[in-house]
């Protein structure tokens, strides 16, 4: 196997851009950008550096969109630095506070040692868990199913995941930064999935019945919950 690498490609406009490269065992060249705005490529490892090299050129003008893209979504988040999504809408440091105040019955004395985004992943908890109750309740009523055991957990690359053999269903705590609609379509899909364990057709005609909105929010899911937040803020003024 061998070892990652640093590789300058120059864009269009004459700025140099680095893509880390992976050398693994993997059958394509595969170019992504990453959450925090790197771009990494993943290369089989039987490739020559020529190889590599001539793939990542090819790719110059997708990697100088996204670059741009990124920097534009960069600029926009940091006007909304100290702002924290909630249910889709946005909650300023001060009213994080007191809203952690409220639904954990504790004083944050000293809360400015507090970290708060550390507070901030609190709230998503305290408040899924909430508002996880009701929406089970009405839900395993209309489909006619029951989970075993609900968790809400802060889990990094899925929204919910469900053990059909022990009827055992997980939340991610993260979609309290969503709309509200968010919660409830992952809750169904888990809830399906008591029905029929694959994502098979039947599968999605069943989603489509008991959450009709699934796949727009599964787009919204897809996007940053800031600056969703943030046009719902522009959108109602
Ligand atoms: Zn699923």
Not at 27 to 35: G, P, S, W, Y
Not at 73 to 88: D, I, S, T
Not at 155 to 181: D, F, H, Q, V
Request: charged residues 25%.
């Amino acid at each position: 196997m061998k070892t990652p690498y640093d590789y300058k490609l120059v864009l269009p406009d004459g700025q140099s851009c680095t893509i880390e490269v992976h050398p693994k065992h993997v059958k394509n060249c595969t170019l992504r950008l990453t959450r925090d705005g790197r771009f990494t490529a993943s290369v089989p490892s039987r490739l020559s550096s020529a190889q590599i090299a001539e793939f990542l050129e090819r790719h110059r003008m997708w990697v100088a969109t996204k670059a741009v893209l990124f920097a534009e979504q960069h600029n926009k988040r940091l006007a909304y630095a100290n702002m924290f999504p909630l249910w889709g809408r946005l909650l300023s440091a001060a009213e994080l506070l007191k809203h952690y105040e409220q639904l954990s019955s504790m004083r944050c004395n000293g809360h400015e040692h507090l970290k708060l985004e550390k507070l901030c992943i609190d709230v998503y908890h305290l408040e899924t868990e909430r508002a996880l109750l009701p929406l089970v309740e009405e839900l395993e009523a209309t489909m006619h199913v029951h989970a075993a055991h609900w968790s809400v957990r802060s889990m990094k690359s899925r929204w919910g995941s469900c053990t059909p053999a022990s009827a055992r269903i997980r939340i991610n705590a993260r979609l309290a930064a969503y709309p509200p609609e968010c919660l409830r379509v992952v809750v169904a899909h888990e809830l399906v999935h008591l029905i029929e364990r694959g994502h098979t057709k039947r599968f999605h005609m069943l989603l489509d019945c008991y959450a009709p909105n699934n796949r727009e929010v599964m787009a919204i899911l897809k996007r940053d919950p800031i600056l969703l937040a943030a046009e719902n803020v522009s959108s109602e003024v």
